[in-house]
């Protein structure tokens, strides 16, 4: 059987056994290693290394997906564990309470060593928006009590608070952030401005979903330890597009969705608590273990929970960690790097972010003088099946497209896009 003819079959809800999607996996794994080997040397290389690795991506009709920010593609392990074990749980859900719980405990650990966190600090949640939810009405903050956000805030990192303001008088305030900032210091000195005696929380995006930004947490999280301030992350975007250490940030909780970049289903996300903060957080849902359990565990007392697409999630662990995140990191950036530069040079393209390597990721944000945002997107889609989105407000000047740039994207593609692009900038509409 064919690679077509296997996913069909597969996704067609045959007789496949587990034996089957295993023997699958192992030699897609195998496939990887026999790669990493023969290319050892080259960290980023465009050509044969990252061809063969697109090749172990699931994509309908030659679809070239350059939005991943919002939902990106699942690897075909990820995708065959996925099915593996919603068949378990269908044909004996007995295992659901007996083997289950232990093997998400092995996600939990393997998910806590990829972001250098301890497991007692790794709560496995739905996505960001649950995470940054949780932390924003588990805090014991009083009346008149500020919390500083910036001004490009994804609504998950806004309505939370807003939400207190309006129920318990708690101030919101908002820093201003250049498109894009010039610098480290101007994006420090603006929230260091901000700090008022009230100023109890800084809750920032670390991965900034609409100019593409990527804050520099570690050294806000300096700023806000040497005022007494909590710092929260939105680092929805950073979990499989950057090489994540949450002791080297120095946060005290971070929030992401593995299903951006990862390569995880949706539905499966991560809070990261740091031990020392987690009994200042009252638990939202409450169940057996909200007030016994010492750890972060007690943010998760939610029942039972579709265990598929956590153990898919240590898949998609798996996945990455057999290409390395450090080679990972580079090959975006190495990508967004070359789009950044190419667009620069064409008339009537504004970028949106950063060309400093520090202050910017696999998110790349544009606008073209005179065209609508909505026409690049379908123009793109339908002259070469590429897919990017709209993003941004005309009122703040951050109106205008986004690309993703993950590792299954070729500069070929890029070149694509580019070529789409310098059409429309040239005719204007």
């Not at 910036?150 to 806004?158: F, K, M, N, R, V």
């Not at 995140?325 to 990508?335: A, V």
């Not at 990721?361 to 945002?373: H, K, Q, R």
Request: with cysteine; charged share 25%; proline share 4%.
């Amino acid at each position: 059987m064919d690679r077509r003819g296997f996913l069909a079959s597969l996704i067609g809800c045959s007789a496949l056994s587990i034996y089957m999607l295993n023997k699958a996996n192992a030699a897609i794994y195998q496939n990887i290693t026999e790669l990493n080997e023969k290319f050892i040397r080259e960290n980023a290389p465009d050509g044969v290394y990252w061809d063969a690795l697109h090749k172990h991506f699931i994509f309908q009709d030659d679809l070239i997906m350059m939005n991943n920010g919002t939902v990106g593609p699942m690897p075909e392990p990820v995708f065959n564990t996925l099915v593996k074990y919603f068949k378990v749980q269908a044909t004996n859900p007995f295992d659901c309470y007996n083997y289950f719980p232990k093997k998400r405990e092995e996600v939990r650990e393997k998910l806590a060593k990829f972001i250098n966190a301890a497991p007692d600090e790794v709560v496995i949640n739905r996505n960001t928006t649950e995470g940054m939810n949780l932390i924003a009405s588990g805090l014991d903050l009083k009346e008149g009590d500020e919390v500083l956000i910036s001004s490009h805030e994804h609504p998950a990192g806004i309505h939370p608070w807003k939400m207190r303001e309006k129920r318990y008088g708690i101030k919101v305030t908002e820093v201003s952030l250049g498109v894009p900032p010039k610098s480290v210091d101007e994006i420090i000195k603006s929230f260091k401005n901000a700090i008022t005696p009230r100023t109890k929380v800084i809750s920032i995006s670390h991965t900034v979903y609409i100019t593409g930004l990527i804050a520099p947490i570690k050294e806000l999280s300096d700023l806000a330890h040497e005022n007494g301030i909590f710092l929260l992350a939105d680092s929805a975007h950073g979990i499989g597009m950057l090489n994540i250490d949450v002791k080297t940030l120095g946060i005290d909780a971070l929030a992401s969705s593995p299903y951006k970049w990862l390569g995880a289903p949706t539905g499966c996300g991560l809070l990261y608590v740091r031990k020392d903060v987690q009994d200042i957080i009252w638990p939202s849902i409450a169940s057996s273990g909200w007030d016994t359990h010492e750890d972060a565990s007690r943010f998760e007392t939610l029942g039972q929970r579709a265990d598929p697409l956590i153990f898919s999630l240590g898949e998609a662990l798996d996945f990455q960690n057999i290409i390395g995140k450090d080679r990972i990191e580079r090959r975006i950036k190495t990508l967004a790097g070359y789009l950044k530069k190419e667009l620069q040079s064409i008339p009537k393209v504004r970028l949106h972010t950063s060309l400093n390597t520090y202050l910017s990721g696999g998110l790349t944000a544009f606008s073209i003088s005179g065209v609508d945002p909505e026409r690049i997107v379908s123009f793109l889609r339908e002259k070469y099946n590429i897919v990017i989105r709209t993003i941004g407000r005309e009122s703040d000047n951050t109106q205008g497209v986004r690309v993703s740039t993950n590792v299954y994207v070729s500069f070929k593609h890029i070149d694509m896009l580019l070529e789409g692009v310098n059409h429309l900038a040239r005719r204007g509409t």
